[in-house]
């Protein structure tokens, strides 16, 4: 499988080892990472138009991608 882009690895690479200790360690990390990478998955299938949707739905899509975006970086910063 190919790598998305998104990925939050490579969107924080610099923080990676603590985003594995609060994935082992914290169930709200956990589950902001996951319902990030299911809305990155959806945002991609739309991108590419594996699962195409309308403009305003895929925006609306990116729109939580990067609110998530934002609270996961919070939890990695605190």
């Not at 998305?4 to 990390?29: G, Q, R, T, V, Y």
């Not at 925006?59 to 991608?65: D, S």
Request: proline residues 4%.
């Amino acid at each position: 499988m190919s790598k998305l882009p998104h990925e939050l690895a490579d969107e924080f690479p610099e923080l990676s080892a603590k985003m594995d200790e609060l994935l082992a360690s914290d169930k709200a990390f956990a589950k902001l990472y996951n319902d990030y990478h299911e809305i990155n998955r959806e945002v991609v299938e739309a991108e590419t138009l594996e699962h195409p949707t309308d403009h305003f739905h895929e925006e609306e899509l990116k729109k939580q991608r990067a609110s998530l975006k934002d609270e996961i970086y919070k939890f990695l910063t605190a």
